[in-house]
């Protein structure tokens, strides 16, 4: 008998089934997901080797906006998610191929004129197996 209950904050799905429970978040559903798919990582330089000043982190909010409708409307991928540190705002895209959601977000980066050192990876395969092919394309001269 198969008996499904949602949390009431939608934050965990219980699945009975046969006497085997399986508990997953949504949030751990999409990192499977994710895990499957491969990756586009769009790294882009910060003026300071932290986090960056407000306006750039403001900036590049507005930016993370206009590539992942990009991402969305060539129907590639999708946005993964912003992080802030070590002198990069890293904007990560996953998808069923690295080229097509490179091609989607690349002819935008590259319109921003991002900061020299600002640089994309395309990750083949299983973005996050350690032996998955990566490669590097600069973004900035």
């Not at 409708?69 to 890293?90: T, Y």
């Not at 091609?103 to 197996?129: C, D």
């Amino acid at each position: 008998m198969r008996t499904l209950f949602a949390s009431l904050a939608g934050m965990a799905i219980v699945l009975l089934q046969a006497g085997c429970v399986t508990v997953q978040t949504p949030v751990e559903e999409k990192l499977q997901q994710h895990m499957k798919e491969q990756m586009v990582e769009a790294h882009l330089k910060l003026k300071d080797n932290a986090y960056g000043s407000d306006e750039e982190r403001q900036s590049y909010q507005a930016i993370e906006k206009s590539l992942s409708k990009a991402v969305l409307d060539k129907k590639v991928g999708e946005f993964g998610g912003r992080q802030f540190g070590n002198g990069f705002c890293r904007l990560t895209f996953y998808g069923q191929d690295a080229n097509k959601l490179a091609g989607a977000i690349e002819p935008i980066l590259r319109e921003q004129k991002p900061a020299k050192g600002s640089f994309m990876l395309k990750r083949f395969g299983q973005a996050y197996k350690p032996d998955t092919k990566t490669e590097r394309v600069d973004l900035a001269k």
